[in-house]
């Protein structure tokens, strides 16, 4: 008996202790401003909750493009479940795993903190919130993930030389809880 109270105890503890690292999507230094203002057309155009840059939001000011299309980044990829290709916007961004939130200013580290995730098959522009915070550049703009009827600039495969994305390794509540709950029914069919 004591050992199988040993057991639920030990599997408890091992649903407790499970860590989730989080990461961010942020501007690579060396992104032209040109670039950024295409990623962050794209970001806000689909699916990037956008209202805390705006003039009124907390996280307008700093007002600059890089800290602005960081934020806009790391929404579009949190709203995107972290998948892997979702930090991309054509090698203008990449993965941090150091939080970038500033003063009031909080960059959210999970789908749910960024307003959950963008709704499939709503299609299109689901965001209304789409600042224009500098003027667009006057270029035909590929997106990342293409449009529809073409392809993409970004590459489909997140192992590339070209990827800048990460996909997360963790383990989550839904491999671990199973996982000791065949434990324990094995040890309670021994006795």
């Not at 941090?96 to 995730?117: H, L």
């Not at 993930?145 to 994305?165: E, F, I, L, M, V």
Request: net charge positive.
């Amino acid at each position: 008996m004591e050992v199988l109270i040993f057991l639920v105890i030990f599997c408890s503890l091992n649903i407790i202790v499970v860590k989730v690292e989080a990461t961010w999507c942020v501007v690579r230094s060396d992104a032209s401003n040109q670039a950024l203002q295409r990623g962050l057309d794209y970001a806000c155009s689909y699916g990037a909750d956008c209202t805390p840059i705006q003039s009124t939001g907390l996280c307008y000011l700093p007002n600059t493009i890089q800290n602005h299309v960081s934020y806009a980044f790391n929404s579009f990829y949190q709203r995107n479940n972290m998948a892997p290709g979702s930090c991309q916007f054509s090698g203008t961004a990449t993965i941090a795993k150091t939080d970038p939130s500033y003063g009031s200013c909080v960059y959210p580290a999970s789908p749910r903190a960024a307003g959950g995730p963008i709704r499939p098959g709503i299609g299109g522009r689901n965001n209304t919130t789409t600042p224009i915070l500098y003027s667009p550049p006057q270029a035909i703009i590929n997106p990342v993930y293409g449009n529809g009827t073409t392809r993409g600039t970004g590459s489909d495969d997140p192992n590339s030389q070209d990827s800048k994305a990460a996909s997360p390794k963790f383990l989550t509540m839904s491999t671990l809880i199973p996982t000791n709950l065949m434990l324990l029914l094995l040890v309670v069919s021994q006795f």
